[in-house]
């Protein structure tokens, strides 16, 4: 076990025997008595793709800027010949132009055999007391099971880079069923929380009220790869407004007419481009253009035009997880809209 | 085909903001500036109120009116706006949203006491509800000199302004001083309470904005290990020091003459932060369940209502020249437009008792001072000593009892002091701090108070704003004081400190003879 200055994981930091981790944390600490070791949170960040690991210590260097954790980076790769490595290093910045505060990474390589091993050596190396935030990069693979659920408190994924979106979620249920105290986050949903923002604020425009009764058309756009995102929030503005989903796009209202749903994918999109509702003689809409950092939402009734600007949600995943671990809570709405989502795949 | 607004009742609910957010909804509105060419406005009012817009926060459809004296057009009022924002601004000057934001941005001109700039104002605002089916809220802010308070307030009642229509809000923020004393605040809530209701009044004190001063609660009721300790059973005394290190510069001295460190500060903002610290458990979250105990707090504070128990338990001061930052600075009757036979206090200590079952016994220190050694507002809960039986006989004895503080401002957070063994084979104890700072674990700035005061009166919810009968026992208090120094025949004396020092000699003794210590800062 070597570290040569042409290693390719040299970035990860010092690498060091597995069991001699937390000796060598604390050796890392003493080095500086100006450095602060902040903490709110165990963050595990899992990914089985090849060089996950290295791009993974890039992102940590910046999400640890607002969101101070001890972050336990773990690459898998099955297919290489059994062995672990793991390295240790502090990402550090000023605050307030002063003090340099800093947030610990350990990061592992686990090859070949996984099960089983790869539980062990994560969970030795928690910091204790401090709620742990597992960050599933990719499809969930054997090694997600209903143990490793059990000690997450909050399980974070991204659908919409899953084949089989039905599948994941059936395989979390499994993992999960009666375990009720995990939180269970969907970077899709993420992603158009501004959008839900938007929508729910426009509607605190009495003209947008009273229109609310006589909504017959919803247009939702969207990039390719974000289908799951605009599905979703179409759900929730089902869930939320009472209408029952009667297939091929078509809802009914509470007092039985009809609502007629488009939903259209353009490369030309922004993630996601559109949500727009409209009622005999009102519009009410959020839109972004691709690339922009705001989301424009506006409401027209004749002569009535009321527009304003709100930030974009972002697009990077490690941006989406940032801004989810800022918010906290505990999920509930999209674990109620997530059975009308399903339907709705 | 129009949406029709006239089937609108209070029945009429958005379902999309159900779970959303966890807060009262802020709902579109006009918002009606009183003073808006001033620096209160320019530096705080615009900077919030964009700020609010850049994160979405601000409700599609706000439109902000300007009222002020001077003649200026829509495109003059904005540009000046502009030009303070893109100093001020907390997240910097995004120009596409701000052109959307400025887009709302009007200027009216009237005088203060002209009616008909009133009339006119109130048919600039039915022409924007007109969009709306005639419906709309509003909202206006008193941002002027205090003198004025009255004379808006009623022409705003007769311009009929006050009233809100059919199913809309009509809310008014009044920005400080409340009053200069308990008959001017009396005689102020008196002509609120003709023109608004109770319920529609927020009265600004921007304190309570602070995320520390709202994470006071959170702190008390969210942690089991604390409540029971919080009584007099535990606790020696408590101390708020509110320091600042800046004097009279820039013409600030013609103001504070006339109000002094007591009523600019201590009325308002420190008793406020005195009765998050000191209150029981609101029985609920909400505006008036948490003010019902706040006020409790002020009403039981005993009055100093002679000279002599003033001179005990209030001590005022001025500085004399001395040295801040290694700078020299002159003395506060030297000082810019403040008068050289100045009675005028620039600290204050002042020592409260408060009359309940939890703090029978427990003494408040308040201290409060221009020209001191560095800024800085904290509350400190000193715990008494543990029985000293096992350790009173080692070297050094043990260290003093545990301090719990919470800085409000600058560096936010919150440490507590413990007793801890030295390491080593003999037993000798020091005093550890654990240390939590807001900026180091969560890296993301607060919104400044202003932000969130002015949506939380947008969205109706009037916890972080005095109630009328806050003020009004504040100034009851605080009364006994002003008498004693400027009408009694015998005066508590005028104490005097070097600038740059931690304030008067007599201060020092006045917590001595409790047998404790103002907190080192
Ligand atoms: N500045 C701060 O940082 C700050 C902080 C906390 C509280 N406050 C409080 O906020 C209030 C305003 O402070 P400020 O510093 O903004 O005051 P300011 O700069 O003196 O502004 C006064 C405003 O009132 C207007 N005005 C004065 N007389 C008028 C009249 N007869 N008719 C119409 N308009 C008139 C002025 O308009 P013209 O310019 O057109 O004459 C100007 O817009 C005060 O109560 C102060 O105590 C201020």
Redesign the interface.
């Known amino acids: 076990m070597t570290t040569t200055p042409t290693d390719e994981y040299a970035e990860l930091g010092k690498e060091v025997p597995v069991s001699q981790i937390d000796h060598e944390l604390r050796a890392l600490w003493e080095q500086d008595d100006a450095r602060?070791n902040?903490?709110?949170m165990n963050l595990v960040v899992y990914t089985e793709r090849r060089g996950g690991l290295l791009e993974n210590s890039r992102i940590i260097g910046d999400l640890a800027?607002?969101?101070?954790c001890r972050a336990i980076l773990v690459e898998i790769a099955r297919e290489e010949e059994t062995s672990l490595r793991a390295w240790i290093t502090a990402h550090c910045?000023l605050?307030?132009g002063r003090?340099s505060?800093c947030s610990e990474q350990i990061a592992f390589r686990l090859t070949g055999r996984v099960t089983g091993r790869f539980r062990n050596t994560v969970f030795s190396h928690l910091n204790s007391d401090l709620p742990l935030i597992f960050w599933w990069q990719g499809k969930l693979s054997e090694v997600f099971t209903e143990r490793l659920a059990s000690v997450m408190d909050r399980l974070i994924v991204d659908s919409s880079s899953w084949a089989d979106a039905k599948a994941g979620f059936a395989r979390i249920a499994e993992a999960t069923e009666g375990n009720t105290a995990l939180v269970v986050q969907d970077l899709a949903w993420t992603r158009c929380w501004?959008y839900?923002?938007?929508?729910?604020?426009?509607?605190?425009?009495?003209?947008?009220?009273?229109?609310?009764g006589?909504i017959a058309g919803i247009r939702i756009c969207h990039s390719p790869q974000n289908r799951n995102t605009a599905l979703q929030i179409l759900a929730w503005?089902a869930v939320?407004?009472?209408w029952k989903h009667k297939g091929a796009g078509v809802f009914e209202t509470r007092d039985g007419h009809r609502i007629t749903a488009v939903i259209e994918s353009s490369p030309d999109s922004a993630p996601l481009g559109l949500v727009e509702l409209s009622?005999?003689?009102?519009t009410v809409r959020v839109s972004r253009e691709k690339g922009s950092?705001?989301?424009l939402?506006?409401?027209e009734?004749?002569?009535?035009k009321?527009?304003?600007?709100?930030?974009a949600d972002p697009e990077a995943a490690e941006s989406l997880v940032a801004q989810q671990l800022?918010r906290g809570g505990k999920n509930?709405?999209f674990l109620?809209v997530l059975p009308t989502f399903l339907e709705l795949l | 085909?129009?949406?029709?607004?006239e089937?609108?009742g209070t029945a009429?609910?958005?379902?999309?903001?159900?779970?959303?957010?966890s807060r009262n909804?802020?709902?579109?509105c006009t918002v009606v500036i009183f003073g808006a060419t001033g620096d209160l406005t320019h530096r705080k009012l615009i900077p919030a109120l964009y700020n609010l817009?850049?994160?979405?926060e601000?409700?599609?459809?706000?439109n902000i009116i300007g009222f002020a004296r001077r003649e200026k057009s829509d495109g003059e009022f904005r540009t000046g706006l502009e030009v303070l924002n893109r100093k001020v601004s907390r997240s910097g000057h995004?120009a596409?949203?701000w052109d959307?934001?400025i887009h709302s941005v009007s200027y009216h001109q009237s005088e203060f006491n002209d009616a008909r700039g009133y009339a006119s104002l109130a048919k600039r605002i039915d022409e924007i509800d007109a969009?709306?089916?005639g419906?709309g809220n509003r909202l206006f802010y008193i941002a002027s000199a205090p003198e004025f308070f009255d004379e808006i307030l009623i022409q705003l009642k007769g311009a009929g302004l006050n009233k809100a229509k059919d199913?809309c809000w009509a809310r008014v923020i009044i920005e400080k001083p409340f009053g200069t004393d308990l008959k001017t605040a009396k005689h102020l809530n008196k002509v609120v309470s003709q023109t608004f209701a109770e319920k529609d009044t927020y009265r600004i004190d921007h304190y309570l904005g602070k995320e520390t001063a709202q994470n006071l609660m959170v702190l008390r009721f969210a942690n089991a290990i604390f409540e029971p300790l919080w009584n007099s059973r535990y606790i020696s005394h408590l101390q708020i020091t509110c320091s600042e290190n800046l004097g009279m510069e820039g013409g600030r001295g013609g103001y504070y003459e006339k109000s002094g460190a007591l009523r600019d500060m201590v009325q308002n903002h420190l008793l406020q932060l005195l009765s998050l610290v000191a209150m029981e458990p609101p029985t609920d979250l909400s505006a008036d369940g948490v003010r019902d105990e706040k006020v409790k707090v002020i009403r039981s504070l005993r009055q100093w209502d002679t000279p002599e128990k003033v001179a005990e338990n209030v001590i005022r001061a001025q500085y004399t020249a001395g040295h801040v930052d290694g700078n020299p600075v002159p003395g506060y009757r030297e000082e810019d437009r403040v008068s050289p036979t100045s009675e005028t206090e620039a600290y204050v200590a002042v020592r409260l008792l408060i009359d309940t079952w939890r703090w029978s016994g427990v003494p408040f220190y308040i201290r409060m001072g221009k020209r001191l050694p560095k800024k800085s507002t904290e509350i400190s809960v000193h715990f008494k000593e543990a029985p000293s039986v096992l350790f009173s006989a080692l070297p050094g004895g043990v260290p003093g009892g545990n301090v719990l503080v919470i800085r409000i401002q600058p560096?936010e957070g919150i440490s507590l002091r413990m007793v801890s063994k030295i390491p080593g084979t003999s037993l000798r104890l020091e005093p550890v701090k654990m240390d939590f700072?807001y900026?180091?674990?969560?890296?993301?700035g607060s919104p400044e108070a202003y932000e969130r005061l002015i949506l939380d009166a947008i969205a109706g919810d009037a916890t972080l704003f005095a109630r009328r009968d806050e003020v009004e026992e504040a100034w009851r208090f605080i009364d006994h004081i002003e008498r004693a120094w400027h009408e009694s025949d015998n005066k508590p004396p005028m104490a005097e400190f070097v600038a740059g020092s931690w304030g008067p000699r007599e201060a020092d003794e006045m917590i001595k003879k409790d047998g404790f210590a103002w907190r080192r800062l």
């Open positions: 602060t902040a903490s709110l800027r607002e969101n101070a910045h605050s307030d003090k505060v501004q839900r923002v938007g929508i729910a604020g426009l509607f605190d425009d009495t003209v947008a009220q009273a229109a609310l006589g503005l939320q407004a009472g009622s005999p003689g009102t950092a705001h989301l939402r506006e409401i009734s004749g002569d009535y009321v527009s304003s600007l709100s930030p800022s509930s709405l109620k | 085909m129009k949406a029709s607004v089937t609108l009429m609910s958005n379902p999309f903001r159900e779970d959303l957010v909804r802020p709902e579109p817009a850049v994160g979405g601000l409700p599609t459809g706000v995004d596409e949203v959307n934001f969009g709306r089916g419906k199913g560096d700072h900026a180091t674990s969560f890296g993301k």
